[in-house]
């Protein structure tokens, strides 16, 4: 995953796989302009108002054979960015790095935020690896606020992933430049009934929408339902598994 910011009036965030073949949902397609800079890419086409919660699909080549039988190995990407565009293209590797002369074309995905508007851009998606069909059935950007029903900046994102077993996680990152003062202040996201201060926190509840584990990064305390963890001081990273109603610390520092 590869991120460039182009001047002033463009943003855009390239990713790609391996050898394979990529295929998408969700988007409309139509051949569209080279990106140019000078960036050894081509065949782009576009989808100039994609709408958050596409896909890109990635069926894996084993070019190299170093897997054993037939696999089928995908790597899927789940875009959740406001106001972008879509590309897909095909990008130029070499292959054996700059001693070698072996060279091909693989599939790239381009993600564009570009015009003459506020370009402060935060690219958001979930990328999944799987092997013949995915773990997750589900995926949703969720809205923050702030305690007193202000929303947070696009730059702050909530993520909801279903997985197909019915295990439900709640991830939060919010803005590390922190230009709301956010980190040290209460946030709320109200689909999940859970508030906390953190600058990133986990939480993951079983398929009965009980609690199950709750991670938290640069802070203090999340509240989610009937749950929650209180620490006396911040902290840099705890995680917590509840073994019914008792929370056990599994990793990090934290006194509750």
Not at 184 to 209: G, I, P, S, T, Y
Request: one cysteine or more; hydrophobic letters at 40%; charged letters at 30%.
């Amino acid at each position: 995953d590869l991120f460039r910011v182009v001047g002033g009036s463009d943003h855009a965030k390239f990713m790609h796989s391996h050898f394979g073949s990529l295929s998408t949902e969700g988007l409309s397609l139509n051949p569209g302009e080279d990106f140019g800079y000078e960036t050894q890419m081509r065949n782009f086409s576009v989808d100039p108002v994609a709408k958050p919660g596409w896909q890109a699909d990635w069926k894996i080549e084993d070019r190299y054979g170093y897997l054993a039988g037939e696999r089928d190995i995908h790597l899927r990407y789940t875009d959740l960015t406001s106001e972008a565009e879509a590309h897909a293209a095909e990008a130029w590797v070499a292959l054996r790095g700059y001693g070698g002369n072996e060279t091909d074309w693989i599939p790239r995905l381009m993600v564009r935020r570009k015009g003459d508007r506020d370009l402060s851009s935060t690219f958001a998606g979930v990328i999944e690896a799987y092997e013949d069909r995915s773990a997750i059935s589900g995926i949703r950007r969720l809205g923050l606020e702030q305690s007193d029903g202000k929303a947070c900046s696009d730059s702050d994102v909530a993520v909801e992933i279903v997985l197909a077993d019915g295990r439900k996680d709640l991830i939060v990152a919010l803005d590390a430049d922190n230009p709301n003062n956010l980190v040290h202040a209460l946030v709320v996201q109200k689909d999940w009934d859970a508030h906390f201060e953190a600058q990133m926190c986990w939480v993951r509840k079983d398929a009965n929408d009980s609690v199950e584990r709750i991670v938290l990064c640069k802070g203090k305390s999340v509240q989610v339902g009937g749950h929650a963890l209180i620490l006396k001081s911040e902290t840099d990273f705890v995680e917590i598994r509840y073994e019914g109603e008792k929370p056990v610390v599994v990793a990090g520092v934290g006194e509750m």
